[in-house]
């Protein structure tokens, strides 16, 4: 099966940082753009950031999240990362990633996986 596991979510405290992964399953990377997306309850899902997974090159932060989240890729272990500092309690969602061909509407997204709970509370 196609799809992507995410895994490193977890309770933070506000200020705190998490690096979440995202494994590919079944298939490279390199002919994507990855994109790591998030929902919180209540709320549509919201992409947060995409990179190119052949060139390494970042297309895409939403604004909440400039300087502070870094997404990165690791080719060879078909793996991509959220790297997210500065925790907010409005950065508690369920994070998911997903492939395209950009990094454009949420809907050409595919292989979505089971998504990792992050959740930012003191």
Do not use: H
């Not at 590919?24 to 390199?30: I, K, P, V, Y």
């Not at 899902?45 to 297309?59: D, H, P």
């Not at 604004?63 to 870094?70: A, I, L, P």
């Amino acid at each position: 099966q196609l799809q992507f596991v995410e895994s490193g979510g977890g309770l933070v405290q506000p200020g705190g940082s998490l690096r979440l992964s995202c494994a590919a399953s079944g298939f490279t990377l390199d002919r994507y753009v990855i994109g790591w997306f998030r929902q919180a309850p209540g709320k549509v899902r919201e992409k947060v950031s995409c990179i190119n997974s052949r060139t390494g090159s970042t297309s895409y932060y939403v604004d909440s999240v400039k300087g502070r989240f870094t997404i990165s890729r690791d080719s060879a272990k078909a793996t991509v990362y959220l790297q997210m500092n500065s925790l907010k309690p409005e950065d508690t969602a369920v994070y998911y990633c997903a492939a395209s061909n950009s990094c454009g509407d949420v809907t050409p997204f595919r292989f979505w996986g089971q998504g990792t709970q992050v959740t930012v509370s003191s």
